[in-house]
């Protein structure tokens, strides 16, 4: 795979991840991109501080209180790659 397969799979992964989430599907991806931006951050409070990050945590919280685990289907989402 050269780099232009890869950006384009990454691509499709965080298309197929965004249209998963069934509310704030903005703010969780922010998250994500936190989650894979800043691994010193050891609370949720701090994610939200990341710069990637550009929401007040309130938000956060809210699009995390939202969230439907059991409708995110993460091996579903991981199974092409």
Do not use: G, H, W
Request: aromatic residues 12%; hydrophobic residues 45%.
């Amino acid at each position: 795979m050269d780099i232009t397969q890869y950006t384009t799979a990454l691509e499709q992964f965080r298309t197929t991840l965004y249209q998963s989430f069934a509310n704030r599907a903005d703010t969780l991806l922010e998250l994500v991109d936190a989650l894979c931006s800043y691994p010193q951050a050891e609370s949720v409070v701090a994610y939200s501080l990341a710069p990637v990050f550009r929401r007040s945590y309130s938000t956060l919280s809210k699009a995390l209180a939202a969230l439907d685990l059991a409708e995110l289907t993460l091996a579903q989402l991981l199974q092409p790659y």
